[in-house]
């Protein structure tokens, strides 16, 4: 198992900056992928950016350039600096922690932080 502690998050407003950490504790060894998802009132779950054991790293397209991820030495953290927010990136925010167990995805999920940016 996998545990997941979020911090960050908050309320601000547009063109201002916030910044994500979530601690993975745990049976964390192997290639993994570590990121962060989120959710608007109504809509799907979607990706925000991620970064793999190997530090290679995805962003979502609507992210252009404002987000930037990280993970420390020990890999165990996983940032997310998010500057320039716009209203439309106001959500509830999730770390992710994935690997691949017998060749499946197995994913473990943060409690999610929100975060709210106001025109």
């Known amino acids: 198992q996998v545990q997941l502690v979020e911090s960050g998050g908050g309320s601000v407003q547009a063109g201002g900056s916030l910044r994500l950490s979530c601690e993975a504790s745990g049976s964390i060894f192997g290639p993994n992928t570590m990121g962060w998802y989120r959710q608007a009132p109504g809509k799907q779950r979607e990706l925000v950016a991620s970064?793999?054991?190997?530090?290679?790293?995805n962003y979502a397209d609507f992210v252009e350039g404002r987000f930037t991820i990280s993970r420390d030495s020990a890999m165990n953290t996983v940032n997310l600096q998010m500057n320039s927010l716009k209203p439309e990136d106001t959500g509830n925010y999730y770390c992710?922690?994935?690997?691949?167990?017998?060749?499946?995805?197995?994913?473990?999920w943060g409690q999610g932080t929100q975060v709210t940016v106001s025109s």
């Open positions: 992710n922690y994935n690997r691949l167990r017998y060749g499946l995805r197995v994913d473990y």
């Open positions: 970064i793999t054991s190997g530090r290679r790293i």
